[in-house]
């Protein structure tokens, strides 16, 4: 073979593989952008927020209490609903990643925000949430949930703000709330935790959701846990 056609050889294998490098990089480029809109936002915030986000589980007289909780602190400080952990004689948190540990009662609050911390000691520095400003909280604007209900961990759903109801200082959505789901956030479009999932109005004795849950804001929550934010 002549050096001209080695040089053309040589040129289109070049060639080849650059076209096939930009066809790759493009159907990568594509699948990543696939998420548009919603989807995106649903997507994102869920896979930034839920390594934050932990199973509460409670062993009391009657039987096991299971909920959710927020890591709010690096080093192993958990938000979740006290009626989750009240009266309990051994409580145990597992996270995102099925790391099991022995939970403490730190604190709680139940007149007004039916609230919980926990302390437990990680191997290493945990993932946190973020909590938002819930005075700019709008009916009408996107919310996202992240719990564990009936046990199914990890759990996300979508709603909106149904209605705030300023007399009893709670958030009401549409997203389902159900039980296992106590103690986990509501939160923006941002990622930001706007509320703490506490209850849902049930008439047929948790039988069915009916889109009626209430979370406790979360300045009311900063209330409890500033002293502990990272």
Same mark, same amino acid.
């Given at each position: 073979?002549?050096?001209?056609? *080695?040089?053309?050889?040589?040129? @289109?294998?070049?060639?080849?593989?650059?076209?096939?490098?930009?066809?790759?990089?493009?159907?990568?480029?594509?699948?990543?952008?696939? !998420?548009?809109?919603?989807?995106?936002?649903?997507?994102?915030?869920? +896979?930034? #927020?839920?390594?934050?986000?932990?199973?509460? +589980?409670?062993?009391?007289?009657?039987?096991?209490?299971?909920?959710?909780?927020?890591?709010?602190?690096?080093?192993?400080? #958990?938000?979740?609903?006290?009626?989750?952990?009240?009266?309990?004689?051994? =409580?145990?948190? /597992? /996270? &995102? *990643?099925?790391?099991? !540990?022995?939970?403490?009662?730190?604190? /709680?609050?139940?007149?007004?925000?039916?609230?919980?911390?926990?302390? =437990?000691?990680?191997?290493?520095?945990?993932?946190? #949430?973020?909590?938002?400003?819930?005075?700019?909280?709008?009916?009408?604007?996107?919310?996202?949930?992240?719990?564990?209900?009936?046990? @199914?961990?990890?759990?996300?759903?979508?709603?909106?703000?149904?209605?705030?109801? !300023? +007399?009893?200082?709670?958030?009401?959505?549409?997203?389902?709330?159900?039980?296992?789901?106590?103690?986990?956030?509501?939160?923006? &479009?941002?990622? +930001? $935790?706007?509320?703490?999932?506490?209850? #849902? @109005?049930?008439?047929?004795?948790?039988?069915?959701?009916?889109?009626?849950?209430?979370?406790?804001?979360?300045?009311? $929550?900063? *209330?409890?846990?500033? &002293? !502990?934010?990272?």
């Amino acid at each position: 073979m002549s050096k001209h056609l *080695k040089f053309l050889s040589v040129i @289109f294998v070049l060639l080849v593989s650059f076209i096939s490098g930009v066809m790759v990089n493009n159907s990568v480029y594509s699948k990543e952008n696939d !998420y548009k809109g919603e989807e995106f936002i649903n997507v994102t915030v869920y +896979e930034r #927020i839920n390594p934050a986000i932990v199973l509460v +589980e409670a062993q009391m007289l009657d039987g096991l209490s299971s909920g959710t909780g927020c890591i709010i602190n690096k080093n192993g400080i #958990i938000l979740t609903s006290s009626h989750v952990v009240d009266r309990a004689s051994y =409580i145990e948190v /597992t /996270t &995102a *990643k099925g790391e099991t !540990y022995k939970a403490e009662v730190m604190k /709680t609050e139940n007149s007004n925000g039916d609230l919980a911390l926990l302390r =437990i000691k990680p191997n290493k520095p945990l993932p946190v #949430i973020k909590l938002g400003d819930s005075s700019m909280v709008k009916v009408g604007q996107k919310v996202l949930a992240i719990g564990n209900p009936f046990g @199914f961990n990890g759990t996300l759903t979508t709603g909106i703000v149904s209605r705030i109801d !300023y +007399e009893r200082n709670k958030i009401q959505t549409d997203a389902a709330i159900n039980p296992g789901s106590s103690g986990g956030p509501i939160l923006n &479009a941002n990622g +930001e $935790v706007i509320g703490i999932s506490q209850s #849902i @109005f049930n008439p047929d004795n948790n039988k069915s959701n009916i889109g009626i849950g209430f979370a406790v804001p979360a300045n009311e $929550v900063k *209330k409890l846990v500033s &002293a !502990y934010l990272n």
